[in-house]
């Protein structure tokens, strides 16, 4: 579904993302780890078509992203770490508002914002302004206008940061819900939120990829029972 070719990436002499490659499959759950500073954003964000790269190329269903972004947008949900959320809307007001932006038809489109509500647990706040909520609350409403359209593809980055342990079960959930019909990936800093919600780990340190593979077969090739000492030899020095 995703093919990701020797993607390189420079900001000035600071090579951010260094000959990346790897493929997502369809319907796949990946959690893209690292530490800070390792590439992760970057690559999301030429994913989604908010920076070019400096070389390689990514293919989304067959379209490339010199040549067809459009068509690559509108395949992708996107919720970057810091969701531009309008915080001033009602809940129910916003959707409405993203759903417009989508293109979603009039006469469908109150019944896709109350489907969102139900998958995103929002249905008894979307009377509440966004400001009113609380952080997780406001993550839902972020997933939810990343799902708005019905996208194939989900990107998030960093979707339980700063949550508390309760926020981030649930959300977890609701990101577990949503991979039953879309292939989702994902970054995060909770290494026990990878072990239950994802199938792949892809680890990238300082912009280059370090591990590629599930987690038992991590386990395996590093002789680890504790994926915590696996992640930390694997980004060492960073």
Request: a negative charge; glycine letters at 8%.
């Amino acid at each position: 579904m995703i093919k990701i070719k020797n993607l390189t990436k420079y900001y000035g002499d600071l090579c951010a993302v260094d000959n990346v490659s790897f493929d997502i499959k369809k319907g796949e759950i990946l959690a893209l780890l690292g530490p800070n500073g390792a590439g992760k954003t970057t690559i999301y964000r030429i994913i989604t078509g908010y920076l070019k790269p400096t070389h390689g190329n990514i293919e989304v269903m067959n379209y490339n992203i010199y040549d067809h972004m459009m068509e690559i947008k509108s395949k992708i949900g996107y919720l970057p770490e810091a969701a531009p959320i309008y915080k001033d809307l009602l809940v129910y007001d916003y959707l409405d508002f993203v759903a417009d932006i989508r293109g979603i038809e009039k006469d469908k489109k109150q019944d896709h914002i109350k489907n969102l509500g139900d998958l995103c647990g929002l249905n008894n706040v979307m009377h509440m302004t966004v400001d009113e909520l609380s952080k997780g609350y406001r993550q839902r409403v972020g997933i939810a206008h990343a799902l708005m359209g019905d996208p194939e593809i989900l990107v998030l980055d960093e979707p339980t940061a700063g949550l508390d342990p309760n926020q981030i079960v649930e959300t977890r959930e609701i990101i577990k819900r949503i991979g039953r019909e879309k292939t989702i990936i994902y970054s995060t800093h909770i290494l026990s939120e990878a072990e239950a919600t994802c199938d792949r780990i892809v680890i990238i340190n300082k912009g280059k990829i370090v591990a590629d593979d599930t987690l038992d077969g991590l386990r395996k090739s590093m002789k680890e029972e504790s994926f915590e000492n696996i992640f930390m030899k694997l980004t060492k020095g960073n």
